[in-house]
């Protein structure tokens, strides 16, 4: 095999021992896999180290876990975490899994550094999920202009902008060898995405809205003092992330990190979590902790290889799993998961 490090276990396995195809190239499963230290093991971890206090003699025949966004309704507070590049797992790619959330009834948020034109993703009527753009900020700021155009032209819900890489680790494994096989960066001029800005602000913020009139989130935030900045600036929607724990090794988990940001945000936006959730429970877990909905990267990377059928089940599968979970601790919207369902 390549030389080449995944997971945690130094090759394209992931850190539970799931096994990639054959179909898939090692080196793009390493990549997927890949994170710098411990700070995707302590996604996980913070998750489960919150254990739930179910509260019984509550009617929970009816349980209902839609999520209410945007004026819609999704089956489930999830969403599929922009991932760069599909077609390294599956040939449909990002269309792939456009139809697979939406045949679960949940959206998506599209990498700008996808492998799927924005113009080419299944409409609505086509049975494709709504989406958010997700975007990185380019030193240039014209060269994203026409990615904004054709989100806004193929129905965005708005943008997810991406402020947790100013720049790129220099010690993260899995990126050179991602080179050689990386297909073009489609959705920009030349195949190539644009370097990130380093000096990224809220003016770019108040930018992106005032250019397309939509809704424009940030996505990568743990601090919260930053939480505080981006609302009272107007930001739309504030995601804890800390990108899978690919930018920086010692990071704080994101489980650690949302409640402060959550109080912070006080309810004046809706809050989104990524990084470790796995499970029904997770879910439960973040929304006790000051959450509305999660993504979720790595599953759905490893769901694809099953193409949109795959993406489908792991989506029905999380939700049938927090529909237990809420039963078990007497919760009948996920209005009423709260913090004094956790221990
Ligand atoms: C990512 N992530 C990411 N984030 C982003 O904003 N733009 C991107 O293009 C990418 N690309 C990307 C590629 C791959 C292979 C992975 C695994 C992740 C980060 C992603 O959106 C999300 O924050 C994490 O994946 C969440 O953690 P889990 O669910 O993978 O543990």
């Not at 799927?116 to 709504?130: H, I, K, Y």
């Not at 107007?234 to 010692?250: K, Y």
């Not at 994101?254 to 029904?280: H, K, N």
Request: hydrophobic share 45%.
């Amino acid at each position: 095999m390549t030389e080449v490090h995944g997971g945690v276990d130094g090759d394209s396995a992931g850190p539970d021992g799931f096994a990639w195809p054959e179909s898939v190239d090692p080196r793009a499963a390493a990549y997927i896999e890949g994170a710098l230290g411990d700070a995707s093991a302590r996604n996980f971890a913070a998750w489960r180290e919150h254990l739930i206090v179910p509260r019984v003699l509550r009617d929970v025949t009816q349980v209902s876990t839609e999520w209410h966004h945007d004026g819609r309704t999704s089956s489930a507070p999830i969403a599929i975490a922009p991932w760069a590049s599909q077609t390294f797992v599956h040939p449909d790619g990002e269309r792939a899994t456009s139809r697979g959330a939406w045949a679960a009834g949940v959206p998506i948020v599209l990498s700008s550094n996808s492998a799927t034109r924005v113009a080419d993703l299944p409409g609505v009527d086509e049975g494709g999920a709504p989406f958010w753009s997700q975007l990185y900020v380019s030193p240039d700021r014209g060269d994203i202009v026409p990615y904004l155009e054709a989100s806004k032209a193929a129905g965005a819900l708005g943008f997810v902008v991406t402020v947790d890489a100013p720049t790129v680790p220099t010690d993260f494994p899995f990126r050179a060898p991602i080179r050689d096989i990386a297909p073009p960066s489609v959705n920009f001029a030349g195949g190539v995405m644009p370097a990130i800005a380093a000096d990224l602000s809220l003016d770019d913020f108040r930018r992106i809205r005032e250019t397309t009139g939509l809704p424009v989130l940030a996505k990568g935030v743990l601090s919260p003092a930053d939480a505080a900045m981006l609302v009272d600036a107007g930001v739309d929607g504030v995601i804890v992330s800390n990108h899978g724990g690919r930018q920086l090794g010692g990071v704080v988990s994101t489980g650690a990190a949302l409640p402060g940001v959550a109080r912070a945000v006080a309810g004046r936006v809706p809050v989104w979590v990524d990084g470790g959730i796995r499970s029904g429970e997770d879910v439960f877990r973040a929304i006790a902790l000051g959450a509305d909905a999660v993504l979720v990267g790595r599953p759905a990377a490893r769901a694809l290889v099953d193409g949109a059928a795959g993406v489908e089940a792991l989506v029905r599968r999380l939700r049938d799993e927090l529909v237990t979970v809420m039963t078990m601790a007497g919760c009948t919207t996920l209005a009423e998961i709260d913090r004094s369902l956790l221990a």
